[in-house]
Structures are given as structure tokens and as C-alpha cells.
């Protein structure tokens, strides 16, 4: 309520101002939305780290006197790990920040706002019928009590101030359109999840693809010094 009275517009202060409405979803995604999207982004950055790993102990194990090369595969696959969730990072970020200029064409929208409006009355009434009254949900009650019980229903309404039905709308246009909002976020922020470790694969052979004849060189050959010592260390153990 504070939010809506310090920020009315200065012309027909009867309308609350939508720049109220953007910053309560603007914060809301940062605060409800920002850490399930993080949590879920670290936790694809771990399972494909993961796979890295297995592959590259896979490969390493058939070449075991290269321990060098083994850390280059290594670092290429953590490259595109890094690259990857990079991306999928900078696609969630976009989202999240276009969320935040509330817009739908979804009819359910406008759906939800008049239902929520209308629930509230219909709410009210009812309990004054079967409760303020304290009559059984069975007896019958004369038409001059049921108009009776409905005017004073409407009038306790009529009584509330503007900033106070103002709060009610704010309430209800939130509620509808978080619903609205939100099945959007469930779909696209996994989606983009889905789509990193769907490209993945291909991304990793295509950076081990990468790797240069000099580096190969440099990781995998032998100095003639390096294997004349591999050479005395295998013929010592084999006379031992």
C-alpha cells in the first residue's frame, strides 16, 4: 500500500501507476526466480563436467605415458564446458530481464483478474450468508434478509478507500499474471538447459577437433632423453 500511495500519478489519482507493477515483478524475479535459474545452470555445469572427466579417463587410460596430453583434453573439454554455460548464462539473463517489462497476449490473463475480482464479493457474501447470520447451510432464508445481508456485504466494500481497492487490483493482476509468467519460466529456462546438453557432444568433439600438430607434438612425443630413462626404469623392474 505504501509502495502504491508514494508512487500515484499526479492526473487521476483514482489509477494506480503501472511503473508500481513492473518494479514488484522486476523484483520478485530477482529475488524468487534468479537462484532456481543459477542452481539449475551449476547443476548442467557439473553434470557435464562429470562426463568430461569419465570420457577423458577413458582416453587417458589407453594412454597412460601421456599424462600431458591428457590434461590438454582436459582443458579443451573444460573450455567448452565453461563456453557452453556461458551461454546458456547470458540466455537466462536475457529472459529474466525481459520478464521484467511485464507483456502476454494470453487471454488467461484477463480471465484470472476478473474471476479474482468477482471471488473476493462472492467470498464475502457467502460468508455473510452462512456465517454472520449464523443460520444451517439448509434453512431457507426470505428474500428481504438474503438483500439485507448482500446490501451491507456492498456497502463494508464501498467503504474501503481507493488505496485500498487499489491494492486488491495490485493483488490480483500480480497473482494472474504470475500464473501466466510463470509457466513461461518453467518451460524456457529448462529448455535452454536442454538445448546446451543436447549441442554439447558435438561441441566437445568439435573443440578436441581443435587441437593443433604442435601441440600434439609438444604433449604426446618423447624426448630421446625422456625415453632412454623409461627404457633403464622398464629393463631394472623387469630384472628385479
Known amino acids: 500500500r505504501t509502495l502504491i500511495r508514494d508512487n500515484r500519478p499526479n492526473r487521476l489519482t483514482i489509477f494506480p501507476n503501472n511503473e508500481v507493477f513492473e518494479r514488484v515483478v522486476s523484483d520478485f524475479l530477482e529475488e524468487d526466480w534468479r537462484e532456481p535459474c543459477t542452481v539449475l545452470l551449476d547443476s ?6 562429470e562426463c568430461v572427466a569419465c570420457t577423458v579417463n577413458q582416453i587417458a587410460s589407453q594412454i597412460l605415458p601421456f599424462p600431458k596430453f591428457k ?23 536475457e529472459f529474466i530481464h525481459c520478464e521484467k517489462f511485464p507483456y502476454t497476449q494470453n487471454h488467461y490473463l484477463n480471465e484470472t ?7 473476493s464479493l462472492y467470498d464475502s457474501s457467502k ?14 432464508l426470505s428474500k428481504s434478509t438474503i438483500l439485507a445481508v448482500l446490501e451491507g456485504v456492498f456497502e463494508r466494500n464501498q467503504k474501503k478507500s481507493v488505496e ?4 486488491e487490483d495490485m493483488e490480483h493482476a500480480l497473482a494472474a499474471y ?3 509468467a ?11 538447459c536442454n538445448n546446451v546438453m543436447q549441442e554439447f557432444p558435438e561441441k566437445v568433439r568439435t573443440a578436441l577437433a581443435g587441437i593443433t600438430d604442435e601441440e600434439l607434438v609438444e604433449t604426446v612425443c618423447v624426448s630421446t632423453e625422456g625415453a632412454g630413462r623409461r627404457r633403464k626404469a622398464q629393463d631394472i623392474k623387469a630384472k628385479a
Open 178 to 180: 504470475g500464473k501466466v
Open 127 to 140: 460468508s455473510a450468508l452462512g456465517v454472520d447470520l449464523g443460520f444451517d447451510s439448509d434453512e431457507k
Open 113 to 119: 483478474v476478473m474471476r479474482l475480482r468477482s471471488q
Open 182 to 192: 510463470y509457466k513461461r519460466f518453467i518451460d524456457v529456462v529448462p529448455m535452454i
Open 44 to 49: 548442467v555445469s557439473e553434470l557435464l563436467e
Open 71 to 93: 590434461r590438454l583434453l582436459m582443458k579443451r573439454a573444460k573450455l567448452a564446458v565453461d563456453e557452453s554455460v556461458g551461454k546458456a548464462r547470458s540466455k537466462v539473463d
Open 164 to 167: 485500498q481497492h487499489m491494492v
